[in-house]
């Protein structure tokens, strides 16, 4: 079968966040063998497609292509890069055009390719429930928060806001002190140090639960990112900037119970798993 490794969120090679992805003519293999190759792979994410054809899966009257995404260690219940890299892939093979309805296990997600190569993703909103700080978060992070949100069941983050972008960028957290603290990981946010060089707020995310460490650019936390910082700025459209040592950048656009989440992607690797 053919595989691709992209990188999304970025408009260059070795940037932003990649993800394996891989298109099916027929049915889905095994979950076993899906899990396998994501492992194999040993990205955040990689991206499974297959066309829907009339079989009654996953709500296809709403959708054109089933979609699922592995860790290297468990499938999870919605991806934002995975599923850009995967519309990437679409449009760059000439398999889809324009828009093209991903039916997922989290709902029917849509993605728009645009003129200048990049692409939107159309997803929903994160609700945010101010909590008190954990126990214990301010030593795994080696940082005290300034405010914590739990996030929608979509995404299941805990979203904690820090005092400025040199102590986001600087976090060496514990791993295993992060873990088991939110039901999927930890997003550490905080304002721009200077808006004027193109984006409004940093991010990084921790996701040690389903064996990520660090996720370079994580597209579905931008759906609790978007809302929490349109809030605090007074803007529905803004820019982020992700990630630690690699980093990436996601157009957001607040459009109520829907995030609008706009990136680029770049193939870079395009092969063939032999077994």
Do not use: K
């Amino acid at each position: 079968m053919r595989i691709r490794i992209v990188d999304a969120f970025t408009d260059r090679p070795f940037a932003g966040n990649p993800a394996g992805v891989m298109l099916f003519d027929g049915p889905f293999p095994d979950d076993d063998r899906l899990q396998a190759v994501a492992a194999e792979v040993n990205l955040s994410e990689t991206a499974f497609a297959r066309p829907l054809d009339g079989t009654g899966e996953r709500d296809e009257g709403e959708a054109d292509w089933a979609l699922r995404w592995f860790t290297p260690s468990t499938e999870v219940d919605m991806c934002g890069h995975a599923t850009l890299a995967a519309a990437h892939v679409l449009h760059t093979t000439g398999a889809a055009t324009g828009t093209v309805r991903f039916a997922a296990r989290c709902g029917v997600l849509t993605t728009t390719a645009h003129d200048d190569g990049s692409l939107t993703l159309d997803f929903p909103t994160s609700s945010l429930t101010p909590l008190a700080v954990p126990d214990g978060l301010a030593e795994a992070l080696g940082a005290a928060p300034l405010s914590v949100h739990g996030t929608s069941d979509h995404i299941g983050d805990l979203l904690v806001e820090l005092s400025d972008e040199r102590t986001v960028h600087a976090l060496t957290p514990d791993w295993r002190a992060l873990a088991g603290r939110s039901r999927r990981g930890i997003i550490v946010t905080a304002p721009a140090a200077d808006p004027a060089l193109g984006y409004d707020f940093v991010s990084r995310g921790f996701f040690p639960n389903v064996g990520i460490d660090e996720d370079p650019v994580t597209g579905s936390a931008h759906t609790a990112l978007a809302p929490f910082w349109a809030a605090r700025l007074g803007r529905t459209e803004l820019t982020g900037l992700q990630g630690g040592a690699r980093r990436g950048r996601v157009r957001t656009a607040l459009r109520g119970e829907r995030t609008l989440l706009t990136g680029r992607a770049v193939t870079v690797i395009d092969g063939e798993f032999l077994v």
